[in-house]
């Protein structure tokens, strides 16, 4: 199959109207120009490689879109898929929580998390998106530690990530405007809301040296051969800490800092589109378009919104030095290589035919999404692709 006529987004630089031709699921072709009788002819529309998204926090809103008002697990991870495909995401790394602030029942508990994990595997070959887990391991929550275990085991986690959102440190370093969020995003008083942290930071107290349980789970997933991330990094004492206990991606580095050691110490750093696209954190730590300008910013994930990923690549792609390959990189090849997933992230010959079709605009617009050769997505605008075989 060829793709014809499209501005083509290369490792190191832009074909201005090319052509890819897609064998078997593979890139086996890219020519310079357009050629004649193609099956899709893109009308100078970009072409990306597929965005692989490393962190997104998204299936618990579906299988849970209001408070205890619980939806089939099946039906909330089929929407996802379809949500992820629109905004260009070909590989997805499900953010999945084992949260001790949580009550048992609610959907981070280690129950629920573990039986969404478990869900979401079953269903990997039915599904749009190549989608593979992220386990967001709070390191006060040790009971949780035998579950992370068991679901290594079976081989069903292929990321972990070592948080403490303790209010004081990390994210939630301000306490002050820590208050004020949590006071806005359950709608209660200051005083109530100033009382909820205190009690947070007194069951972090509670937990005691958490350490051991880190230790125990970092050697956990190198005895796997999973990789290890650190979480709102707000230290370079922090990011060496956490490097020497194997960790090789700091996730959403909240200062400068931070980002600063992790580059000098070869950890990858990521940060969210919408913190990109917007220009700055919502709860005021550093901005991604800030480290981005610094060159200190290696991976974009859409954190909490998919669609944000497009956007801010093209953002970044008119300010950055590297310009749009650069940009585009962020949400590819970066993350692919940081993953180890090395047949995709590029558009090379020989690479898996993972790929976006979108064109520029005030509101830049993704068109449809590729993966392994076979249209997963398209809103219809560029006519239906032709059906390839996987």
């Not at 120009?33 to 893109?42: I, L, Y």
């Not at 956990?220 to 370079?236: C, K, N, Q, T």
């Amino acid at each position: 199959m060829w793709l014809s006529d499209l501005e083509i987004v290369l490792a190191d630089r832009v074909i201005e109207r090319g052509a890819v031709r897609i064998e078997d699921g593979w890139i086996a072709e890219i020519r310079e120009t357009p050629v004649t009788g193609a099956d899709f002819t893109g009308g100078g529309r970009l072409l990306l490689p597929g965005f692989i998204d490393m962190h997104g926090d998204m299936i618990e809103k579906e299988v849970e879109p209001r408070p205890n008002v619980r939806m089939p697990l099946e039906l909330g991870i089929y929407e996802l898929d379809k949500r992820l495909a629109s905004s260009g995401i070909t590989t997805a790394y499900a953010a999945l929580s084992f949260n001790a602030g949580n009550v048992q029942g609610h959907i981070r508990s280690e129950d629920n998390t573990r039986r969404l994990i478990e869900t979401l595997m079953a269903m990997k070959g039915e599904l749009l998106v190549d989608h593979r887990v992220h386990a967001r391991f709070e390191v006060t929550f040790t009971r949780a530690l035998g579950v992370v275990e068991a679901l290594l085991r079976q081989g069903a986690v292929d990321l972990i990530s070592l948080m403490d959102h303790t209010p004081g440190q990390g994210q939630y370093r301000d306490i002050e405007k820590h208050i004020a969020h949590v006071a806005a995003a359950r709608k209660i008083g200051t005083a109530e809301a100033a009382e909820h942290v205190r009690q947070r930071i007194a069951q972090r107290d509670e937990a005691g040296d958490s350490m051991e349980v880190v230790q125990g789970l970092a050697g956990l997933a190198r005895e796997h051969g999973v990789i290890l991330a650190s979480h709102d990094d707000d230290s370079a004492a922090k990011v060496a800490l956490l490097h020497g206990l194997g960790v090789t991606i700091s996730e959403f580095p909240v200062t400068m800092e931070a980002a600063a050691e992790a580059r000098r110490l070869g950890l990858a750093t990521a940060m969210g589109a919408p913190n990109a696209l917007r220009g700055l954190s919502y709860s005021g730590n550093l901005s991604a378009r800030e480290a981005f300008a610094a060159g200190l910013l290696d991976i974009l994930a859409s954190d909490y919104h998919p669609p944000a990923i497009l956007p801010a690549v093209l953002a970044l792609g008119e300010t950055g030095t590297g310009g749009l390959p650069a940009a585009a990189a962020l949400a590819t090849a970066n993350p692919a290589a940081a993953l180890g997933l090395s047949d995709r992230g590029r558009i090379a010959e020989g690479m898996r035919a993972d790929l976006v079709i979108a064109e520029r605009g005030r509101i830049p617009r993704l068109r449809a999404t590729i993966r392994g050769g076979r249209p997963i997505w398209s809103d219809g605008v560029i006519g239906p692709l032709p059906a390839t075989t996987a």
